[in-house]
């Protein structure tokens, strides 16, 4: 079993930024892929950005050049910086570490709030 905790959310005015944060308790972290993930009220849960163990990255177009995915293998630790925020970025923020082996962990989710 992996723990996955998320920190960091808040309320934010619009244009402000936040920095999320994603401990896991595995020993094997550095050959995790750490994934950031959202969900609205009433909306589906959606792709924020991915950091595979090699370091490459994905974002799709309605974060790309705000937010930025890292990680610090020695702390166990992924990170998503939040910049240029909007208020269609307000949602549950969760992480996800998949293991080597395919299996896969989720947090309890941090708020963001972005006001207008």
């Known amino acids: 079993q992996v723990h996955v905790v998320e920190s960091g959310g808040g309320l934010v005015q619009a244009g402000g930024s936040l920095r999320l944060s994603c401990a896991a308790s595995?020993?094997?972290?550095?050959?995790?892929?750490v994934g950031w993930y959202r969900q609205a009220p009433g909306k589906q849960r959606e792709l924020v950005a991915t950091?595979?163990?090699?370091?490459?990255?994905i974002y799709p177009d309605s974060v790309k050049g705000r937010f930025t995915i890292a990680r610090d293998n020695a702390k166990n630790t992924g990170f998503l910086q939040m910049n240029s925020l909007k208020p269609e970025d307000t949602a549950l923020y969760y992480c996800?570490?998949?293991?080597?082996?395919?299996?896969?962990?989720w947090g309890q989710g941090t708020q963001v709030t972005v006001s207008s």
């Open positions: 996800r570490i998949v293991l080597p082996n395919g299996r896969d962990y």
């Open positions: 595995t020993e094997v972290f550095r050959l995790c892929t």
């Open positions: 950091i595979r163990s090699t370091g490459n990255t």
